[in-house]
């Protein structure tokens, strides 16, 4: 699921490229960088278009909706949003836990 | 824009929200709906969705339902909406979270959701609903018209973390109007308030779609973070 997700994240990155000047280099596969807060490749704007175009990606994927900005996400020490690779993983458990929780 | 819009419309059982679905299917419009009760009407070009607007889950799948049949959404109009009638010191808490539920996080959700969809053609119409309780301070509303402040401010701002979308959020402030919303009001009560106005008489469901109108027209992507009371407020 993990390799699947960094999959379909690097597509949304690959598209959403074509409309930044700082690109996401999205071809280091998981330790491609995305935000960090200070000096990630993602401004804002760019970072809000990413996570709702990887989040409907995954819904259609795996026809269960998630909210990646949740509380969670947004106090996490390690934010989720650093890498393309630490992003899968923080999916692989919110998709985890929905599907535990119903 | 010469394909057909999409349209939602919270609160389209009765009252304004019924009007403003045969209104804007009238006008072309696909409307998607939603209220909590099924509604007594089928109209070709109306999909309804019974469910809570503060239920995230549900307001969620709605929205990819809509995304997955029509892979865009024009235009937001958020007019599910309850009020209630008491002073303070006889309004139970449990009140409180149900107006504040179905006003303020029911426009939240819905505002979050709509605008996720309406990014991807950078293009976005929002309207939420107010009301003059707020500017007349009016006794007995206090949770209602300040549930209500709260969409105003919450509609300022997010005006202006969206427009680098092309989304444009407004709201529409309606003076009663006669739906089951005021039923309760006594006469008296509700006279003092008409005469509050510049011009004194009950509002008109026509009155609010034409603000909505001008609000969602294509024309108005300069018009945002505002919102217009009726009546002469
Ligand atoms: N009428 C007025 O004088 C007046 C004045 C100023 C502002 N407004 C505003 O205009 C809006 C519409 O009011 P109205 O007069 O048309 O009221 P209404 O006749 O009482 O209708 C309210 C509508 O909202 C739906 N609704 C209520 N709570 C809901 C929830 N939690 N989830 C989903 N749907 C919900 C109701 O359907 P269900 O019961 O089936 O859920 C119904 O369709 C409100 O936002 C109100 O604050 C009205």
Redesign the interface.
């Given at each position: 699921m993990y390799e699947k997700i960094v999959n379909l994240i690097i597509m949304q990155a690959e598209e959403l490229n074509e409309t930044l000047e700082n690109k996401i280099p999205a071809e280091l596969g998981a330790s491609a960088s995305l935000f960090d807060g200070k000096d990630g490749i993602l401004d804002s704007i760019a970072l809000v278009t990413l996570i709702v175009a990887v989040e409907q990606s995954v819904e259609d994927e795996f026809e269960t909706s998630i909210i990646l900005a949740n509380e969670k996400a947004m106090s996490l020490k390690n934010s989720p949003f650093k890498t393309i690779g630490s992003l899968a993983e923080y999916i692989v458990i919110l998709l985890n836990e929905e599907n535990t929780n119903g | 824009m010469d394909e057909t819009q999409v349209m939602i419309i919270t609160g389209t059982r009765k009252g304004i929200g019924k009007y403003l679905a045969h209104y804007y299917v009238s006008k072309g419009f696909i409307v998607i709906g939603c209220s909590r009760g099924e509604v007594d009407y089928k109209l070709s070009g109306y999909q309804h969705f019974c469910l809570d607007v503060s239920d995230?889950?549900k307001v969620?799948?709605m929205i990819?339902k809509i995304?997955?049949t029509y892979g865009r959404l024009d235009v937001l109009i958020n007019n599910a909406g309850i009020a209630s009638m008491n002073h303070i010191l006889l309004t139970p808490a449990h009140t409180v979270h149900n107006i504040l539920n179905t006003n303020v996080v029911g426009t939240f959700l819905f505002c979050r959701e709509a605008a996720?969809l309406m990014?991807k053609n950078k293009y976005g119409r929002i309207v939420n609903t107010s009301t003059v309780a707020t500017p007349l301070k009016l006794e007995g509303e206090a949770i209602y018209a300040a549930s209500k402040a709260a969409i105003l401010s919450f509609t300022e701002i997010i005006a202006r973390e969206l427009a680098?979308?092309g989304i444009t959020v407004n709201s529409v402030g309606p003076t009663p109007v006669e739906t089951d919303l005021i039923r309760s009001v006594p006469k008296e009560k509700m006279d003092n308030l008409l005469a509050r106005q510049a011009i004194s008489r009950f509002g008109t469901f026509e009155d609010i779609s034409n603000v909505i109108d001008f609000f969602i027209k294509k024309e108005s992507e300069f018009v945002t973070g505002q919102n217009i009371y009726l009546g002469g407020i």
């Open positions: - | 995230e889950k969620k799948q990819a995304r997955k996720k990014q680098n979308f």
